[in-house]
Protein backbone atom coordinates (compact mmCIF):
# COMPACT_ATOMS: atom_id res chain seq x y z
CA UNK A 1 0.00 0.00 0.00
CA UNK A 2 1.33 3.64 -0.28
CA UNK A 3 0.11 6.93 -0.16
CA UNK A 4 -1.31 8.54 3.23
CA UNK A 5 -3.22 6.98 5.59
CA UNK A 6 -5.96 9.37 7.33
CA UNK A 7 -6.52 8.59 11.48
CA UNK A 8 -9.41 11.10 10.96
CA UNK A 9 -12.10 12.17 7.92
CA UNK A 10 -15.26 13.35 7.43
CA UNK A 11 -18.61 12.32 5.26
CA UNK A 12 -19.42 15.20 2.63
CA UNK A 13 -22.65 16.46 4.74
CA UNK A 14 -20.19 16.55 8.06
CA UNK A 15 -17.90 18.98 5.60
CA UNK A 16 -20.55 21.06 4.51
CA UNK A 17 -21.35 21.44 7.81
CA UNK A 18 -17.98 22.41 8.97
CA UNK A 19 -17.88 24.87 6.17
CA UNK A 20 -21.30 26.25 7.50
CA UNK A 21 -19.76 27.00 10.85
CA UNK A 22 -16.43 28.20 9.79
CA UNK A 23 -18.43 30.83 7.46
CA UNK A 24 -20.85 31.57 10.60
CA UNK A 25 -17.57 31.46 13.72
CA UNK A 26 -14.36 31.46 11.63
CA UNK A 27 -11.31 29.23 12.14
CA UNK A 28 -12.88 26.02 14.24
CA UNK A 29 -11.41 23.01 16.07
CA UNK A 30 -12.22 19.70 16.62
CA UNK A 31 -11.59 17.57 19.85
CA UNK A 32 -12.64 13.98 20.39
CA UNK A 33 -14.60 14.07 23.62
CA UNK A 34 -13.88 11.53 26.33
CA UNK A 35 -16.69 10.68 27.61
CA UNK A 36 -18.65 12.15 30.77
CA UNK A 37 -21.65 15.14 29.92
CA UNK A 38 -21.37 14.33 26.46
CA UNK A 39 -20.86 10.64 26.14
CA UNK A 40 -18.37 10.15 23.18
CA UNK A 41 -19.12 12.74 20.92
CA UNK A 42 -16.68 15.11 18.57
CA UNK A 43 -16.89 18.74 19.34
CA UNK A 44 -16.52 21.60 17.90
CA UNK A 45 -15.06 25.20 19.13
CA UNK A 46 -14.23 28.25 17.40
CA UNK A 47 -10.38 27.87 17.25
CA UNK A 48 -9.01 28.69 20.71
CA UNK A 49 -12.25 28.55 22.82
CA UNK A 50 -10.80 24.90 23.85
CA UNK A 51 -7.47 24.44 25.55
CA UNK A 52 -5.83 21.69 23.96
CA UNK A 53 -4.00 20.13 26.73
CA UNK A 54 -0.31 17.79 26.90
CA UNK A 55 -1.75 14.72 26.70
CA UNK A 56 -3.95 15.80 23.50
CA UNK A 57 -2.78 14.68 20.11
CA UNK A 58 -3.65 15.94 16.71
CA UNK A 59 -5.12 13.75 14.95
CA UNK A 60 -5.92 14.99 11.84
CA UNK A 61 -7.95 17.74 9.80
CA UNK A 62 -11.11 17.54 8.89
CA UNK A 63 -12.57 21.12 6.15
CA UNK A 64 -9.24 22.26 7.07
CA UNK A 65 -9.98 22.14 10.70
CA UNK A 66 -7.72 20.84 13.43
CA UNK A 67 -8.82 17.39 15.16
CA UNK A 68 -7.60 16.23 18.47
CA UNK A 69 -7.94 13.50 20.85
CA UNK A 70 -6.98 13.10 24.23
CA UNK A 71 -3.78 10.69 24.66
CA UNK A 72 -6.13 7.97 26.50
CA UNK A 73 -9.05 7.77 23.68
CA UNK A 74 -5.98 7.77 21.08
CA UNK A 75 -4.88 4.82 23.08
CA UNK A 76 -8.32 3.07 23.10
CA UNK A 77 -9.09 4.13 18.83
CA UNK A 78 -5.16 4.09 17.81
CA UNK A 79 -6.35 1.10 15.56
CA UNK A 80 -9.66 2.66 14.24
CA UNK A 81 -9.80 5.17 11.52
CA UNK A 82 -12.70 7.70 12.73
CA UNK A 83 -15.16 8.98 10.66
CA UNK A 84 -17.33 12.39 11.38
CA UNK A 85 -20.51 12.34 10.12
CA UNK A 86 -23.81 14.64 11.04
CA UNK A 87 -26.66 13.42 11.76
CA UNK A 88 -30.51 15.13 13.27
CA UNK A 89 -30.99 15.99 16.77
CA UNK A 90 -29.26 17.92 19.83
CA UNK A 91 -25.57 17.10 20.70
CA UNK A 92 -23.39 18.47 22.92
CA UNK A 93 -23.97 21.72 24.26
CA UNK A 94 -20.70 23.15 23.94
CA UNK A 95 -20.49 22.20 19.99
CA UNK A 96 -21.19 24.65 17.91
CA UNK A 97 -23.76 22.79 15.95
CA UNK A 98 -26.44 21.98 18.91
CA UNK A 99 -28.48 24.77 17.85
CA UNK A 100 -28.86 24.02 14.21
CA UNK A 101 -30.39 21.00 15.36
CA UNK A 102 -27.79 18.87 13.84
CA UNK A 103 -25.09 16.99 15.65
CA UNK A 104 -21.56 15.15 15.14
CA UNK A 105 -21.23 12.17 15.10
CA UNK A 106 -17.87 9.20 15.35
CA UNK A 107 -18.22 6.27 13.41
CA UNK A 108 -14.95 4.02 13.06
CA UNK A 109 -13.96 1.49 11.24
CA UNK A 110 -10.54 -0.59 11.69
CA UNK A 111 -7.59 -0.04 9.78
CA UNK A 112 -6.46 -2.76 7.44
CA UNK A 113 -3.56 -5.13 7.69
CA UNK A 114 -1.39 -2.55 5.15
CA UNK A 115 -2.71 0.89 6.62
CA UNK A 116 -1.21 -0.29 10.52
CA UNK A 117 1.98 -1.23 8.80
CA UNK A 118 2.27 2.33 6.65
CA UNK A 119 0.95 3.71 10.30
CA UNK A 120 3.04 1.46 12.44
CA UNK A 121 6.28 2.53 9.91
CA UNK A 122 5.93 5.50 11.28
CA UNK A 123 3.77 7.64 8.14
CA UNK A 124 1.58 8.27 11.13
CA UNK A 125 1.71 12.32 10.90
CA UNK A 126 -0.08 12.46 14.79
CA UNK A 127 3.30 11.01 16.54
Known amino acids: MTGEVLRVTATDAALALVGDLA ?3 GPLMFHQS ?3 CDGSAPMCYAQGEFIVGDYDRLLGHIGGMPFYISGPQF ?3 QHTQLIIDVVPGRGGMFS ?3 PL ?3 FLTRSRLFTDEEWAVLEAGAD ?3
Do not use: D, N
Request: a positive charge; one cysteine or more; charged letters at 20%.
Open 23 to 25: ARH
Open 34 to 36: GGC
Open 75 to 77: AYW
Open 96 to 98: LEG
Open 101 to 103: GVR
Open 125 to 127: AAR
